[in-house]
């Protein structure tokens, strides 16, 4: 909490090259970020890498959770250990690796131009495309996690309430256990967005300055320029627009949950 | 073969070391109430479960209503399966809940509908079509999965201990409904239950499963399974008992006298010979107490060591020559006072005796 309130102090703050901050209380660096068309194109890049990432993950993700859930012994094992790879490295090593896969000689256009399924390498570095993929890779495992947890807090006798009531494999899939999982869904797409709207490795490493997402902004703002009232300004922005969506989805998460009578009032 | 609705033939199924059932053979009647008893975690959910498709039995197998189900899957054997935990669907109403199976078969709305209320009817909960499961009592959700399992019009219905999680006063309750729902149906009905007040209750028959020789030891009526259990297993399953081991010393023409290591006891006669092993077994409410010599059979002496008060009975744990026996007695019984260290006299009526053979490595011996 102190940080953040440091931080709202400076937002208020004048800028000066040579004093850094002046306590001259203003709302200009509020004004500069919010009325700029340059920094509304950053915040709304920034979102938008969030949704996709959110989209993608799930996409991804859920299969991936569904075959850990029904797995058994080793099996589930192994694929407990792979999912939870990005945990066990640091933000900087995975990023870094992403830059490798992506860059025009690095992995990816090699392995694909090597098979012939493209001719010229493909422009993933410096994009947001290659953004999205490297995040997707990194938040996977919370959405796998929130996910399996509630597919496994689906009594078995569920499932098989279902079966012997005629229905096939797939419509218990999608009469029970699907909307059941509802719940995990929810929760898990809530934590990857909160993550990627403030995330700035990856970005920084994949995307540098050309598609510039506001976690990197606010850090040139703070870090290079040293206009730590701009960048404050900036974080508070970011983190009061974030949490609309994020509001809105763990109400939304938490009226589902009491619906299916997972949570209680 | 067209008697027996439900068949299992020589049925074997192991995890691993455990063997759940060995040869298992099994028939239920058309129509019948039959209850599948057993001690708690011996098997008896398995083999709902293979009747049930769920598990594959290691060899056997299942018939049902003359049609062979081994290679047919749980969804579309045509089978109703009420589950311990009722297993509604949480994220529908009980009006979707009990639809569910119809609405899978592609019934018109109309006829969903008209099936619907009438089973809500039969389990007596007529009008709580908008409601879910959660807003549901233990007692309302049991009905409600009664409903859903018996509204597609199963072969077979199959209750899975269903009334375990209920306490007891809606348990008695829930027992009679049971009985008069089930009546109604007209469904052949199987039951596994651990509670053996239950089974006498509700069964037209009972099967009792011994987990250790993985078979069934005994079916037959309530009755006749009480009065005349068929081995040692089954006597001190149902109802308590309390036994006595020894050997046949003579016969003569009503009666057999047979010496024990808590003294000569003589019972009604029955086919064995003299020098047979065999086990006595008398039920805790057919043993005589008294604090003066009475006459009669079978008269021995001992002392209290226990003595647990239940309501209605007393039990008192009496001590014989080699022997620990529990007596119960009604509250209003004179003898109600007997503390532990009284010495007390104990009278056996040879005709409450059941005897059943006794192989030498039988426990008792």
């Given at each position: 909490?102190?940080?953040?309130?440091?931080?709202?102090?400076?937002?208020?703050?004048?800028?000066?090259?040579?004093?850094?901050?002046?306590?001259?209380?203003?709302?200009?660096?509020?004004?500069?970020?919010?009325?700029?068309?340059?920094?509304?194109?950053?915040?709304?890049?920034?979102?938008?890498?969030?949704?996709?990432?959110?989209?993608?993950?799930?996409?991804?993700?859920?299969?991936?959770?569904?075959?850990?859930?029904?797995?058994?012994?080793?099996?589930?094992?192994?694929?407990?250990?792979?999912?939870?790879?990005?945990?066990?490295?640091?933000?900087?090593?995975?990023?870094?690796?992403?830059?490798?896969?992506?860059?025009?000689?690095?992995?990816?256009?090699?392995?694909?131009?090597?098979?012939?399924?493209?001719?010229?390498?493909?422009?993933?570095?410096?994009?947001?495309?290659?953004?999205?993929?490297?995040?997707?890779?990194?938040?996977?495992?919370?959405?796998?996690?929130?996910?399996?947890?509630?597919?496994?807090?689906?009594?078995?006798?569920?499932?098989?309430?279902?079966?012997?009531?005629?229905?096939?494999?797939?419509?218990?899939?999608?009469?029970?256990?699907?909307?059941?999982?509802?719940?995990?869904?929810?929760?898990?797409?809530?934590?990857?967005?909160?993550?990627?709207?403030?995330?700035?490795?990856?970005?920084?490493?994949?995307?540098?300055?050309?598609?510039?997402?506001?976690?990197?902004?606010?850090?040139?703002?703070?870090m290079d320029l040293l206009n730590w009232p701009l960048g404050s300004a900036s974080g508070i922005i970011l983190l009061t627009i974030a949490?609309?969506?994020?509001?809105?989805?763990?109400?939304?998460?938490?009226?589902?949950?009491?619906?299916?009578?997972?949570?209680?009032e | 073969m067209s008697e027996s609705y439900v068949s299992l033939q020589d049925i074997s199924k192991s995890y691993g070391q455990l063997v759940?059932?060995?040869?298992?053979?099994?028939?239920?009647?058309?129509?019948?109430?039959?209850?599948?008893?057993?001690?708690?975690?011996?098997?008896?959910?398995?083999?709902?479960?293979?009747?049930?498709?769920?598990?594959?039995?290691?060899?056997?197998?299942?018939?049902?209503?003359?049609?062979?189900?081994?290679?047919?899957?749980?969804?579309?054997?045509?089978?109703?399966?009420?589950?311990?935990?009722?297993?509604?669907?949480?994220?529908?109403?009980?009006?979707?809940?009990?639809?569910?199976?119809?609405?899978?078969?592609?019934?018109?709305?109309?006829?969903?509908?008209?099936?619907?209320?009438?089973?809500?009817?039969?389990?007596?909960?007529?009008?709580?079509?908008?409601?879910?499961?959660?807003?549901?009592?233990?007692?309302?959700q049991q009905r409600v999965a009664l409903a859903r399992a018996l509204v597609i019009r199963p072969k077979v219905l199959l209750l899975d201990?269903?009334?375990?999680?209920?306490?007891?006063?809606?348990?008695?309750?829930?027992?009679?409904?049971?009985?008069?729902?089930?009546?109604?149906?007209?469904?052949?009905?199987?039951?596994?239950?651990?509670?053996?007040?239950?089974?006498?209750?509700?069964?037209?028959?009972?099967?009792?499963?011994?987990?250790?020789?993985?078979?069934?030891?005994?079916?037959?009526?309530?009755?006749?399974?009480?009065?005349?259990?068929?081995?040692?297993?089954?006597?001190?399953?149902?109802?308590?008992?309390?036994?006595?081991?020894?050997?046949?010393?003579?016969?003569?023409?009503?009666?057999?006298?047979?010496?024990?290591?808590?003294?000569?006891?003589?019972?009604?006669?029955?086919?064995?010979?003299?020098?047979?092993?065999?086990?006595?077994?008398?039920?805790?409410?057919?043993?005589?107490?008294?604090?003066?010599?009475?006459?009669?059979?079978?008269?021995?002496?001992?002392?209290?060591?226990?003595?647990?008060?239940?309501?209605?009975?007393?039990?008192?744990?009496?001590?014989?020559?080699?022997?620990?026996?529990?007596?119960?007695?009604?509250?209003?019984?004179?003898?109600?006072?007997?503390?532990?260290?009284?010495?007390?006299?104990?009278?056996?009526?040879?005709?409450?005796?059941?005897?059943?053979?006794?192989?030498?490595?039988?426990?008792?011996?």
């Amino acid at each position: 909490m102190v940080p953040l309130l440091y931080m709202a102090q400076y937002s208020v703050y004048r800028y000066d090259p040579l004093m850094i901050a002046i306590p001259d209380l203003t709302l200009e660096n509020y004004a500069k970020v919010l009325f700029d068309p340059y920094y509304a194109g950053v915040l709304l890049r920034t979102f938008r890498i969030a949704l996709l990432t959110t989209i993608l993950s799930l996409v991804l993700g859920y299969p991936v959770a569904y075959r850990m859930f029904v797995a058994k012994g080793f099996e589930k094992m192994t694929i407990t250990i792979v999912v939870l790879t990005p945990l066990y490295v640091s933000m900087v090593i995975l990023a870094y690796a992403w830059v490798t896969l992506l860059l025009p000689m690095g992995t990816i256009n090699s392995l694909l131009q090597s098979l012939h399924i493209i001719g010229e390498p493909l422009k993933l570095m410096y994009t947001e495309t290659g953004v999205v993929i490297a995040m997707t890779q990194a938040n996977l495992v919370f959405m796998i996690l929130s996910i399996h947890s509630s597919l496994e807090n689906i009594h078995p006798s569920l499932h098989r309430s279902a079966q012997i009531l005629g229905a096939s494999r797939l419509q218990t899939f999608s009469k029970v256990t699907l909307p059941l999982t509802i719940p995990g869904i929810a929760e898990g797409s809530l934590l990857v967005f909160s993550i990627t709207v403030s995330a700035f490795m990856i970005a920084f490493f994949v995307a540098a300055r050309q598609a510039m997402v506001f976690p990197v902004f606010i850090y040139d703002q703070a870090m290079d320029l040293l206009n730590w009232p701009l960048g404050s300004a900036s974080g508070i922005i970011l983190l009061t627009i974030a949490l609309v969506p994020i509001t809105i989805g763990s109400a939304l998460a938490h009226r589902l949950a009491m619906r299916f009578r997972i949570a209680e009032e | 073969m067209s008697e027996s609705y439900v068949s299992l033939q020589d049925i074997s199924k192991s995890y691993g070391q455990l063997v759940v059932c060995r040869n298992l053979s099994l028939a239920a009647k058309k129509g019948e109430f039959l209850s599948l008893l057993g001690p708690s975690g011996c098997g008896k959910s398995t083999i709902l479960n293979i009747i049930a498709g769920f598990v594959r039995p290691d060899q056997g197998h299942v018939y049902v209503g003359d049609e062979l189900m081994d290679e047919i899957p749980p969804s579309r054997r045509n089978l109703g399966m009420v589950f311990q935990n009722y297993a509604l669907f949480p994220h529908m109403s009980v009006y979707d809940n009990v639809a569910f199976g119809l609405r899978i078969r592609k019934y018109p709305e109309g006829e969903t509908k008209e099936r619907v209320t009438n089973a809500l009817q039969l389990v007596r909960l007529p009008g709580l079509e908008a409601r879910f499961p959660g807003q549901l009592s233990g007692g309302q959700q049991q009905r409600v999965a009664l409903a859903r399992a018996l509204v597609i019009r199963p072969k077979v219905l199959l209750l899975d201990e269903p009334l375990s999680n209920l306490d007891a006063k809606l348990r008695k309750e829930m027992q009679n409904e049971l009985k008069l729902i089930q009546k109604e149906a007209g469904v052949t009905t199987i039951y596994v239950t651990h509670d053996q007040e239950e089974a006498l209750t509700l069964s037209d028959r009972i099967a009792v499963l011994n987990p250790s020789v993985g078979k069934v030891d005994q079916v037959g009526e309530p009755e006749e399974i009480y009065a005349n259990p068929s081995t040692e297993f089954v006597a001190g399953f149902i109802g308590a008992s309390n036994f006595f081991s020894g050997g046949v010393k003579s016969i003569d023409e009503h009666e057999m006298e047979v010496q024990t290591d808590s003294g000569l006891i003589y019972v009604r006669r029955r086919p064995f010979k003299v020098g047979d092993p065999c086990l006595l077994a008398i039920r805790p409410e057919s043993v005589r107490v008294a604090t003066v010599k009475i006459q009669g059979k079978n008269v021995l002496e001992g002392e209290v060591v226990h003595r647990a008060y239940a309501g209605f009975s007393l039990r008192y744990e009496i001590m014989l020559p080699n022997n620990r026996i529990s007596a119960n007695i009604p509250i209003t019984h004179s003898v109600k006072n007997l503390r532990k260290g009284d010495r007390v006299i104990i009278q056996l009526d040879p005709q409450d005796f059941i005897v059943m053979k006794r192989s030498l490595h039988t426990k008792g011996s």
